[in-house]
């Protein structure tokens, strides 16, 4: 597989080694977006063995948009398939749109439509978008207190969470200067981003930096001059993306050259 760039960096960033601890990031730069698929599988994959040896389960949480797609395809061949057992992997949610599963605009339905439908995947946990945002995202919250087993005050630790960028430098359903990016309180929340446009569920800020790995994939021109800025950990956070630093994990971010040379 080639690869137009490939950089893994560690970043320290200027804060307080007290405060924030070294941030490890790696960046793919791939030909394409199927030499993306085929690099976010080899992470995925590598974190899903790790996962299985140590704890017997690997935990996914996936996020929508189009730039994932190949990826789920990727996963769905037999070659994949072979690799990862998904009768030992759990999928949840990073996000999702307030609108019915059977929604062309649902994270789930895509997901379900070109992942989850093609491999043995019996052990997903949707967020209930067609329910009101607020007694979705409290649902949510209970639902992976459970299946966590959390005491009071405790963040679920996803072995992995699959993550995209807008133009806007959002990612999951966390915009840039909403509220919810100082939510350290909730687990899930529902928010309700500008323009009026369809309410939403998301994973807190505090839960996705909680992850053992999050993987960023972005692709296109249109993404070039948000990743200047999402990319720099080397300055103090603007944006939802660039505020993504696990602090006991990975963070990779897989781009094509086009969004990379813009």
């Given at each position: ?14 804060i ?84 019915p ?41 209970g ?9 009071e ?21 966390l ?73 006991s ?14």
């Amino acid at each position: 597989m080639c690869y137009a760039k490939a950089e893994q960096t560690d970043i320290v960033n200027h804060i307080p080694d007290n405060a924030m601890p070294r941030t490890h990031l790696s960046l793919y730069v791939a030909a394409d977006e199927t030499d993306m698929a085929g690099e976010a599988a080899d992470v995925i994959a590598s974190m899903y063995s790790e996962a299985v040896a140590d704890r017997g389960c690997f935990i996914l949480a996936l996020s929508g948009g189009k730039t994932p797609i190949p990826l789920f395809h990727t996963l769905c061949r037999p070659e994949w398939t072979r690799i990862m057992d998904w009768s030992k992997i759990a999928v949840y949610w990073a996000d999702e749109r307030c609108v019915p599963p059977e929604s062309e605009e649902s994270n789930y339905h895509t997901a379900r439509t070109e992942l989850l439908s093609g491999v043995d995947a019996t052990r997903y946990y949707r967020m209930k978008g067609e329910d009101i945002p607020e007694t979705a995202a409290a649902a949510y919250a209970g639902l992976l207190a459970d299946h966590f087993h959390l005491a009071e005050g405790e963040l679920p630790r996803f072995d992995c969470i699959l993550l995209g960028v807008g133009t806007d430098g959002h990612t999951a359903s966390l915009f840039p200067g909403d509220l919810a990016l100082s939510n350290t309180k909730d687990t899930v929340i529902d928010v309700y981003p500008p323009k009026g446009s369809t309410p939403r569920l998301t994973l807190s800020l505090p839960v996705l930096n909680n992850a053992r790995c999050c993987i960023f994939m972005a692709s296109g021109r249109v993404k070039h001059h948000i990743l200047s800025t999402a990319l720099n950990l080397m300055s103090a956070p603007l944006l939802p993306a660039q505020m993504v630093r696990p602090h006991s994990g990975r963070l990779c971010w897989i781009i094509d050259g086009n969004a990379y040379q813009g």
